[in-house]
């Protein structure tokens, strides 16, 4: 058994208490909302898991050093767009060679450093860590099977990670690759904001395979000229996730891009998913990257562009279809 602190107390926070806690491990979850923490504590459930009951063993509090302090390992489960001020507050409790395993999913728009990157910069006395791949919280909180990858410079540290995490119903793999991990969940997010834009077209099959196929094409192209391996980007991290998240209705993205397919404006979607939409966040930092390392990136152009630049969906879809033909694979040559 060992001592966790989960930082975060969302639906992904909380879905992996629960999953910790079955697993025989000593949960502490800190929240930095007072009226969270009481309502959490009182009810025993979450507003956004309902039905999911939370043991009374599971220990929830607003002190952060109380969370950090005897912790073994830190589960770091704020929204992207918070890590690095969360990491900021964290600091002068972790200790030396603490691990803290990210699980959010987002690259800094100012920056465009990944989350390992934003946490490494604010706790360098800390080993960071990634956990990611297909893995809805509404599905975990309930112990529906499902397979992630955590990532880690350290085979020592992925291998105490894995153990912590796996179970009969939560198989996990390890992986060195931790900046393709990173981009491969940051990235989808993306890719699947146009997916939902195309649901909310009325467009078909035919379209949202297209747009995955050809999503994942231009996250391995980014990822790989960074320095990540096309093989994580065809795995758990990459392909996996983007393939739940462009068609499951648990993902925020894809409601939020039905949404703005059905003629929302983006801030108009985020406000009726009542939840943070990742893509919206990653979406300009992904567009930064694509033209900082050179690489064509259209299906992520075209969101940036309906997101912020007042472009029509059924527009930018038009253009997405009318441009200049070419070969699918430029690596395989012709006889």
């Not at 975060?8 to 999953?19: F, I, N, R, V, Y």
């Not at 972790?94 to 910069?121: D, M, P, S």
Request: net charge negative; charged share 25%; with cysteine.
């Amino acid at each position: 058994m060992a001592k966790i602190g989960v930082i975060g107390s969302g639906t992904w926070g909380m879905a992996l208490s629960l999953l910790l806690n079955k697993n025989g491990h000593e949960v502490k979850l800190w929240s930095a909302i007072y009226e969270e923490v009481t309502a959490l504590n009182n009810k025993r459930e979450h507003p956004n898991l309902p039905g999911v009951s939370i043991p009374d063993s599971i220990d929830i509090t607003g002190d952060l050093e109380s969370c950090i302090r005897e912790a073994e390992c830190l589960v770091l489960s704020v929204p992207s767009v918070f890590t690095r001020e969360t990491a900021r507050k964290m600091r002068p409790f972790v200790r030396e060679g603490q691990i803290i395993v990210n699980v959010a999913k987002g690259i800094e728009e100012a920056t465009l450093k990944t989350l390992c990157e934003q946490i490494e910069e604010e706790i360098p006395q800390a080993k960071a860590a990634v956990l990611s791949g297909p893995s809805h919280a509404e599905e975990v909180g309930r112990g529906v099977p499902t397979t992630c990858v955590v990532g880690a410079e350290e085979k020592s540290a992925a291998d105490f990670i894995q153990s912590l995490f796996i179970s009969p119903v939560f198989r996990v793999y390890t992986s060195p690759d931790v900046l393709g991990i990173e981009l491969g969940g940051a990235l989808k997010n993306v890719i699947a904001l146009a997916a939902g834009i195309a649901d909310g077209l009325g467009y078909g099959d035919n379209t949202k395979a297209a747009l995955i196929t050809r999503g994942l094409t231009e996250m391995t192209r980014l990822a790989v000229k960074m320095g990540a391996r096309q093989e994580t980007l065809s795995g758990l991290s990459g392909m996996g996730d983007l393939i739940v998240t462009c068609a499951s209705m648990h993902s925020r993205n894809r409601r939020a891009g039905i949404l703005i397919g059905r003629g929302k404006s983006m801030k108009e979607a985020m406000d009726e998913v009542h939840m943070v939409v990742e893509g919206v966040y990653s979406a300009k930092a992904a567009r930064a990257l694509s033209e900082k390392y050179g690489v064509r990136m259209p299906i992520v152009a075209k969101v940036n562009e309906v997101l912020f630049e007042g472009k029509s969906a059924a527009e930018a879809v038009d253009e997405l279809m009318c441009r200049e033909s070419g070969v699918e694979n430029p690596l395989l040559p012709w006889e």
